[in-house]
């Protein structure tokens, strides 16, 4: 087998030859560098052909896949609520109004003069006579009232005992000569009682309740300056 392919090259050497104008090729590296011969394997690789690209393929190929978005997020709907009106209005509630801001204010610094002693004429703390202590309180507020309680009974809105509110004037008659006496109302309770501050001649300055038998008689009139 061996001699049978050193046979088959020596007889293509020869062939080969005889036509490269007249060259004599003596070894088969000679040949293959002179171009005259080639290894079998690189025919083969020469000889194969190469498949071309289906239209299947190339189509593939240039056909994109279509771009795609994430899907938006669905925002919740807002849940309603039913409004229960089954119960019926309770036509028997009665809403207090706010109080007066000033009124407040004003019983709190007549509760200063608690104690002091009954003087007449008198507008300190070191006595003070009835409309004296009135006068002292609205003085505060840069509030100007008459110096008798008599002239006192004149201003503002005369009102019902049934409408009296915190900081309204509260007159009284205490001798043959009309309104002779007067207090500030500091707090109405809740079954109506009525109280006030003033200053008495035997206590000085005080509270009492328009419920004791005394101004019950001599109560004549509540006013409203604020």
């Known amino acids: 087998m061996l001699n049978t392919k050193k046979l088959l090259i020596t007889t293509l050497l020869l062939s080969m030859t005889s036509l490269s104008f007249g060259q004599i090729i003596t070894s088969k590296k000679e040949a293959v560098k002179k171009g005259v011969y080639q290894k079998p394997e690189e025919k083969k690789k020469d000889n194969v052909a190469v498949p071309?690209?289906?239209?299947?393929?190339?189509?593939?190929?240039?056909?994109?896949?279509?771009?795609?978005?994430p899907a938006p997020k669905s925002t919740p709907k807002p849940k309603k609520y039913a409004i229960d009106n089954s119960e019926p209005e309770d036509k028997d509630l009665l809403i207090s109004p706010p109080e007066n801001y000033v009124a407040k204010q004003m019983i709190n610094n007549a509760m200063e003069f608690l104690g002091?002693?009954?003087?007449?004429?008198?507008?300190?703390?070191?006595?003070?006579?009835c409309s004296g202590m009135v006068t002292a309180v609205f003085d505060i507020f840069d509030m100007k009232l008459p110096r008798s309680s008599h002239e006192m009974a004149t201003v503002g809105e005369k009102i019902d005992v049934k409408d009296v509110k915190k900081g309204d004037l509260i007159f009284f008659k205490t001798n043959r000569r009309g309104i002779s006496h007067v207090g500030i109302v500091t707090e109405v309770t809740d079954d109506n009682e009525v109280k006030f501050i003033h200053s008495s001649t035997s206590k000085g300055v005080i509270i009492s309740s328009l419920n004791e038998p005394y101004y019950q008689k001599t109560f004549v009139q509540v006013n409203r300056v604020l």
């Open 116 to 129: 002091v002693r009954y003087r007449g004429g008198g507008t300190t703390i070191a006595g003070m006579d």
């Open 52 to 69: 071309k690209k289906t239209e299947t393929a190339v189509a593939y190929q240039e056909v994109s896949k279509p771009e795609t978005k």
